[in-house]
T-cell receptor, first 114, second 116 residues
Framework: DAGVIQSPRHEVTEMGQEVTLRCKPI?????LFWYRQTMMRGLELLIY????????DSGMPEDRFSAKMPNASFSTLKIQPSEPRDSAVYFC????????????FGQGTRLTVV | AQSVSQHNHHVILSEAASLELGCNYS??????LFWYVQYPGQHLQLLLK??????LVKGIKGFEAEFIKSKFSFNLRKPSVQWSDTAEYFC??????????????FGKGTKLSVIP
């Protein structure tokens, strides 16, 4: 398996623009997570899905952020409108929702909002 | 909600020195515990994990961790570090709930710099 695949790897956008980050989880995994990593706050869980259903989105910072998982092999994280403080590395991870499992991470998307 | 504390923000060691990184969590029930490593510019990779059984867990690259339930700790150790161990290390906890929710919470991370 190719692992968790994220795109794009790098994104530079202007403040106010819409940004869409994409994630393809490992085939067969039924849990998917979006994390944000910054120097100030470390690694924060934004939202996670189980069987394509959002279970906990309490980490989503505000209404400008939204995430979808239309099927088992694809998820998006959208920021609209983007702001400079959204600049961070966004990681997607997937796992088997079975209790005793670890999460596998993608390479991340480095977002810069100018 | 559970939380994870990593005591050291940045650790600097010379090659061949011994390493111990502290991790404490707050959760009263059964937990699954993890250490992840993030090499510069890369994604997080699993170093080792504890689910049950022997509290001394051995992982990749000579790392090990000991789960001490009474202290709510899961410290990471390596007897002799190498320059290639330079990375950021994250402790994570997942309260075990069988087929229930999955709340993998990470600590802030500890940066390890190994000087040749």
């Amino acid at each position: 398996d190719a692992g968790v695949i994220q795109s794009p790897r790098h994104e530079v956008t202007e403040m106010g623009q819409e940004v869409t980050l994409r994630c393809k989880p490992i085939s067969g995994h039924n849990s998917l997570f979006w994390y944000r990593q910054t120097m100030m706050r470390g690694l924060e869980l934004l939202i996670y899905f189980n069987n394509n259903v959002p279970i906990d989105d309490s980490g989503m910072p505000e209404d400008r952020f939204s995430a979808k998982m239309p099927n088992a092999s694809f998820s998006t994280l959208k920021i609209q409108p983007s702001e400079p403080r959204d600049s961070a590395v966004y990681f997607c991870a997937s796992s088997l929702h079975r209790g005793n499992t670890e999460a596998f991470f993608g390479q991340g998307t480095r977002l810069t909002v100018v | 909600a559970q939380s994870v504390s990593q005591h050291n923000h940045h650790v600097i060691l010379s090659e061949a020195a011994s390493l111990e990184l502290g991790c404490n969590y707050s959760y009263g029930g059964t937990v699954n515990l993890f250490w992840y490593v993030q090499y510069p510019g890369q994604h997080l990779q699993l170093l080792l994990k504890y689910f049950s059984g022997d509290p001394l867990v051995k992982g990749i690259k000579g790392f090990e961790a000991e789960f001490i339930k009474s202290k709510f700790s899961f410290n990471l150790r390596k007897p002799s570090v190498q320059w290639s161990d330079t990375a950021e290390y994250f402790c994570a906890v997942n309260p075990y709930s069988g087929a229930g929710s999955y709340q993998l919470t990470f600590g802030k991370g500890t940066k390890l710099s190994v000087i040749p």
